[in-house]
């Protein structure tokens, strides 16, 4: 019985690693002036989660935020889609440099954001559940269709707690999108 406790314990903390959730990394370009960035295109983002809607929910959210901060303006999601029609953009979440840079013009942006939702929704790890949501989005600079920024961010998940007891808990999807949203733009702006 004792060995069998140990091996528990042991996948425990095995598992807390690859479970805990928490800010990731960003890259910056050096040499870009983020200062002169006056209008931000937010493209749709790619879904890789189970949720059908959540890489729109997470773009509206994404959106919203960084409008927010006042830093900028980001363009709104309807004139983005026609001007994705317009271009002839063959695949919005992954957007080739030629398209980026029609797209700035167009819209007369300095910036355009592409996104991924990696998880979103409840995650389980044995009789305990928490909502989680991962992301990771990047910058091109619209004149050249050069990636100036890049980042990452996981937030929610199953707390140490509620693993060893085996409860479910946590954030509400909702707040986790936010959390996660607001480390990702804190990452921009800093």
């Known amino acids: 019985m004792h060995e069998t406790r140990w091996r528990a314990w042991l996948t425990v903390a095995a598992l807390l690693p690859a479970l805990s959730c928490g800010s990731g990394r960003s890259y910056?370009?050096?040499?870009?002036?983020?200062?002169?960035?006056?209008?931000?295109?937010?493209?749709?983002?790619?879904?890789?989660?189970?949720?059908s809607l959540a890489a729109d929910r997470v773009r509206d959210v994404f959106a919203s935020s960084l409008l927010a901060t006042e830093a900028t303006y980001v363009v709104p999601l309807g004139e983005v889609g026609r001007a994705i029609s317009r271009v002839g953009v063959a695949n919005p979440v992954s957007p080739s440099a030629d398209e980026?840079?029609?797209?700035?013009?167009?819209?007369?942006?300095?910036?355009?954001?592409?996104?991924?939702?990696?998880?979103?929704?409840?995650?389980?790890?044995?009789?305990?559940?928490?909502?989680?949501?991962?992301?990771?989005?990047?910058?091109?600079?619209?004149?050249?269709?050069?990636?100036?920024?890049?980042?990452?961010?996981?937030?929610?998940?199953?707390?140490?707690?509620?693993?060893?007891?085996?409860?479910s808990g946590g954030d509400p999807v909702n707040d986790v999108t936010e959390q996660a949203v607001d480390d990702l733009i804190k990452q921009l702006l800093r």
Do not use: C
Not at 28 to 51: A, C, H, K
């Open 100 to 167: 980026i840079v029609k797209i700035g013009a167009m819209l007369k942006a300095e910036a355009l954001i592409t996104g991924v939702v990696k998880e979103y929704g409840e995650v389980r790890t044995g009789s305990a559940g928490a909502n989680v949501v991962s992301l990771s989005a990047q910058m091109f600079e619209t004149t050249t269709g050069k990636v100036v920024w890049s980042g990452s961010s996981t937030k929610g998940g199953v707390s140490f707690g509620s693993r060893l007891l085996g409860t």
């Open 28 to 51: 910056q370009n050096r040499n870009m002036d983020f200062g002169s960035i006056r209008t931000i295109v937010v493209m749709p983002f790619w879904n890789l989660s189970r949720e």
